[in-house]
């Protein structure tokens, strides 16, 4: 761990806020890839409403990502966003690929919303209880956003 620019947090607080976020990192790097599985092979009859509304998506995450990466800097970590790391590291599912049914995709990118969703919520908390309010925030963010690109997804199979 390099010396971090964040000067108020406590060791321990920094440490686990490093390890908290490069396992969001992972799953949201992990998301990205999964909608533009979905965007680049999506057919159907929704086809372009889905694969416009999957790129805009894949750039908010990505959007995410950087954010996490930032901050993990930011606290003298090392952000792991190698695809090798990544790989090791997600807790999403692995993407179904092989498809280009619009159903399937939209079905499964609600459920990998839904996860990444529910794990910055967690991660709110436990960012709360180290003490470090901005990453506590920077999920917040990220949450909220999650949630409305799932209702976004997910009403299309409503």
Not at 39 to 65: C, K, M, Y
Request: charged share 25%.
């Amino acid at each position: 761990m390099k010396k971090p620019f964040v000067t108020d947090l406590s060791d321990n607080a920094i440490k686990s806020m490093i390890t908290l976020l490069n396992a969001r990192l992972a799953d949201t790097i992990d998301l990205k890839l999964a909608v533009k599985q979905a965007h680049w092979n999506i057919r159907g009859p929704s086809f372009i409403a889905l694969h416009e509304l999957f790129d805009q998506i894949a750039t908010r995450v990505d959007d995410h990502a950087d954010t996490m990466a930032e901050r993990l800097i930011q606290l003298g970590g090392h952000a792991a966003g190698t695809t090798q790391a990544v790989a090791k590291a997600t807790t999403l599912a692995p993407y179904p690929v092989g498809t280009h049914d619009q159903t399937e995709h939209v079905t499964a990118l609600s459920e990998r919303l839904r996860s990444l969703a529910k794990s910055c919520r967690e991660a709110i908390e436990e960012a709360d209880e180290a003490g470090d309010a901005d990453t506590a925030d920077i999920f917040t963010g990220v949450s909220r956003a999650i949630d409305k690109d799932l209702w976004f997804v997910a009403a299309h199979n409503a």
